[in-house]
């Protein structure tokens, strides 16, 4: 973990229920870009893709 902004990343994350979806995307998006490990990395980006596609799937208001 590089600098203060790195580590907010990380507790966003670690945090999740606690934050929109949306929010959590974006952290995950900057520990992506920022991490040096590429496990992490790539786990990041997984996270990202399965909030992205839950949000998807999510009915956008209307009758059901």
Do not use: T
Not at 4 to 19: G, L, N, T, W
Request: net charge negative.
């Amino acid at each position: 973990i590089a600098d203060a902004a790195d580590i907010e990343d990380h507790i966003i994350v670690a945090d999740f229920v606690h934050h929109p979806d949306s929010l959590i995307v974006l952290a995950c998006r900057a520990i992506a870009a920022h991490s040096p490990e590429e496990q992490e990395r790539r786990e990041a980006l997984a996270l990202a893709g399965l909030l992205i596609a839950r949000s998807n799937r999510k009915a956008k208001g209307g009758v059901a």
